[in-house]
């Protein structure tokens, strides 16, 4: 007992750590006789400490205890999930495992609660973006899509949008995987791959419970987004996110996934496509990082020209033409308020 205290307590401190860092990640790398722990801070590793063979191994144990894991499977990648508190703070961790040539590799990522949720305005977004943004949520019906890399913020995005339009009035329901964060008044389902509990089988069954508002984790494959646009067309407001790096390439992706381009015009309220940059303090020292958006509304003028043939020069530019919100414009009011370098690339 009084070594797996110890390794509890190892563990409490790691995390600890990780909330003061404000860490997105830990991860747990093993090596032939030791292990490294280093966390992500601001998009960039950071190297916290080294552990022996013996540490590693029960740390291990301990973490896929605590996410319900099954801890004689060493050879399968796992997932799970737990709530701790760190510092009278509730902080919800997702756990992924990776059998490597040394052992498990084990990533956190953590979510502290009080923190996910944001509002438009701490999002980044500008005051002509929150605009157009609450133009797409006033919309009964259609489909909204929110693009960016992984780790780029797009379910913080996802869920102030779910926040503002939450009512009791609405019938709200999702299909995630991982549910992120347990909010109030949304039905949230978890997608279960084992049992056959996938997005495309999940959303289908969501259409059965007479929902208002329908977000989608993850749009991945063409019978997913066939079934979110159908949604969108017959009465629902769907929300998704895509992996694109920037706006009009989700219009081109649902193209390319063979999604007809009648339907896209058909559905389609908008894009909301997002990057991270490093916020500034000085010139040596950076707190943090914020979003900078490029954001398409589709006006009917606009969805003319989405056919099998438009590509995405073309349709980039006749955004732009409609009033397109862009990265650069987003980069210049930060630079002009002193929150990043001039130098400074947003993360694709």
């Given at each position: 007992m009084l070594g797996r205290d110890r390794i509890s307590n190892l563990l409490n401190d790691i995390l600890s750590k990780a909330v003061e860092m404000k860490a997105s990640d830990v991860h747990i790398e093993p090596f032939d006789e030791y292990a490294v722990i280093r966390m992500r801070v601001d998009g960039e590793l950071i190297k916290i400490m080294e552990i022996d063979e013996v540490d590693y191994l029960e740390l291990t144990t301990v973490i896929k205890l605590s996410a319900s894991m099954d801890i004689a499977e060493k050879r399968l990648p796992q997932d799970g999930r737990t709530d701790i508190s760190v510092e009278e703070k509730s902080i919800d961790i997702r756990v992924s495992t990776?059998?490597?040539?040394?052992?498990?590799?084990?990533?956190?990522?953590?979510?502290?609660?009080?923190?996910?949720?944001?509002?438009?305005?701490?999002?980044?977004?500008?005051?002509?973006?929150?605009?157009?943004?609450?133009?797409?949520?006033?919309?009964?019906?259609?489909?909204?899509?929110?693009?960016?890399?992984?780790?780029?913020?797009?379910?913080?995005?996802?869920?102030?949008?779910?926040?503002?339009?939450?009512?009791?009035?609405?019938?709200?329901?999702?299909?995630?995987?991982?549910?992120?964060?347990?909010?109030?008044?949304?039905?949230?389902?978890?997608?279960?791959?084992?049992?056959?509990?996938?997005?495309?089988?999940?959303?289908?069954?969501?259409?059965?419970?007479?929902?208002?508002?329908?977000?989608?984790?993850?749009?991945?494959?063409s019978e997913t987004a066939k079934i979110a646009i159908r949604a969108a067309i017959t009465g629902h407001l769907?929300?998704?996110?895509?992996?694109?790096?920037?706006?009009?390439?989700?219009?081109?992706?649902?193209?390319?996934?063979?999604?007809?381009?009648?339907?896209?015009?058909?559905?389609?309220?908008?894009?909301?496509?997002?990057?991270?940059?490093?916020?500034?303090?000085?010139?040596?020292?950076?707190?943090?990082?914020?979003?900078?958006?490029?954001?398409?509304?589709?006006?009917?003028?606009?969805?003319?020209?989405?056919?099998?043939?438009?590509?995405?020069?073309?349709?980039?530019?006749k955004a732009m033409d409609e009033g397109m919100i862009t990265f650069e414009s987003c980069l210049k009011n930060l630079i002009v308020d002193n929150e990043i370098e001039i130098s400074e690339e947003p993360r694709r």
């Open positions: 990776m059998p490597t040539i040394y052992g498990e590799k084990v990533v956190l990522r953590i979510l502290e609660r009080n923190s996910f949720l944001k509002k438009k305005r701490e999002l980044g977004l500008t005051n002509e973006a929150m605009e157009v943004v609450d133009s797409m949520l006033e919309k009964k019906y259609g489909l909204i899509l929110v693009t960016g890399a992984t780790g780029s913020g797009k379910t913080t995005t996802v869920y102030s949008m779910l926040s503002e339009l939450k009512d009791e009035s609405k019938n709200i329901m999702t299909i995630e995987n991982p549910v992120e964060y347990k909010m109030e008044g949304v039905n949230q389902i978890q997608v279960n791959q084992k049992i056959g509990l996938t997005f495309e089988t999940g959303l289908r069954s969501i259409l059965r419970q007479d929902p208002d508002i329908i977000m989608v984790g993850e749009i991945r494959d769907v929300i998704s996110t895509l992996h694109t790096s920037d706006a009009a390439s989700a219009i081109i992706r649902l193209v390319e996934m063979g999604i007809e381009p009648y339907l896209i015009r058909a559905s389609i309220i908008g894009v909301i496509s997002q990057k991270l940059v490093k916020k500034r303090v000085n010139k040596s020292k950076y707190a943090g990082r914020t979003a900078i958006f490029e954001i398409i509304m589709l006006g009917e003028k606009l969805k003319s020209y989405i056919d099998q043939t438009c590509d995405l020069a073309t349709l980039r530019n």
